[in-house]
């Protein structure tokens, strides 16, 4: 009995020891792994806006860039992952450089998380990036690679889908290419399809609204 | 001079070292943590800081078995190691988040799964639950290290050959067509292979008794 009891005690003594120090942990990573979490969703906004921020800005920088030219919008979107507001950048000499909205989905691992950005007058894309993901690395996890972002950047969107509902297809990179065509991820076709899905989806989303809001303001009399 | 050198080389420190290192190398002797072998070494970076956190958690956890041996009741010995083995796990994956980010997005699910590592438990049970604290601390240095300085070699050939680059920076020039193969899941089992025959074959390891498992 006496053993049993001090089993049952030591148990509960080494948790507690062990989980109050891990707690101790995460208290005093809380707030730089928050920080760390919040910088890299704005430089990934910024980068596909195409804001600039000087190469090597510290932290503090970094976030006064961001706030000084991306802003919300009242505009909505679909994604992947619920209803997300619309950001969208000024210039410094405070033109309107493009729309930003949030893509998400489920990838082969875990869920994707990025942003895409759309030219002012809605006819390019301005930019891609993911700032979260789980895809194998050296495979899936390629799509966070510049190679394959790149692609995106002035990428001409069509007006309609095509017979296949898609905007854009990733094909089999070194394969015949047709327009609208981008390259995927030799080795990684469930990041590729999962990407293709995510980015039609809600590209197609945000065009619709956006074409519904001009058509609006136009019949207000502009 | 002499006497003092062989003290320190035959001391029961220097040959569980060795051991780790080498006689009982986790990898190419006992087979062990294979699973992380062929998932984090398609690219040397990644390798690098798991390395770092393997060596991490099973020094820790090593010395933290062996401090508390004495009192652990025998029955319920196994879940504490894992405790403390989880614990440390954690601790080292919330560092990373915190300071090292991008690596730390880049490994993904693969930190945690140090927990399941069976190396550590292997360690912790085999080793330090039956040893003392100093001795079991070397234990945990030298087996880190062995498994760390295969993994290294089987990442610097698969990253060379599968991206033509090397701690991301690239090596080979534009003739050079990677072999795709050795970034993806068989091209680890490849090097893994011939990583053993070469250390078994050149490497003077004693051959094993016939019928070992």
Redesign the interface.
Known sequence: MK?KL??VA??AA??AA??L??AL??SA?QK??DL??EL?KKRVIMEVLGVEVPKGAKLEKTLNIYEERVYKTDIRVNTGAGEVPVLAARSANDELMGYCFQVAGKGF??MLWGYMAVSPDLKRIRGLAFY????T???G?EITKPWFEQQFEGKEIPSEPGQDGKLFRLVQPGGQKKEHDVDGV??ATNTTDAVERILNNTLMDFMQTMRKRNSANGAGGE | MPSLWKKVVLSRSAQVFRAGIWDENPIFKQILGICSTLA?T??LV?TTVMCVGLIFVVVCSNVMVSI?RH???R??RM??EV??IA?FV??FK??I???L?DIS?????YVGLIITNCIIMGRAEGFASSNGVWHSFVDGVATGLGYSFILLIIAFFRELM??GTLFGLQVMGTWWRPW?IM??PPGAFFALAMVIWVVRRYGQVEPEDEGAA
């Open positions: 053993d001090f089993t030591y148990m080494v948790s062990f989980t120090s891990v942990v995460d990573t730089r792994r760390n979490a890299a691992w875990d979260e993901q789980s895809e690395p050296g495979l996890a030799t080795g | 984090v398609n690219l990644n508390l009192w652990t009741p029955r319920i879940i504490v405790l403390i614990s954690i601790m919330m560092a988040d915190a300071y980010p997005k880049a490994l993904g699910a599968g991206m795709i970034v993806m």
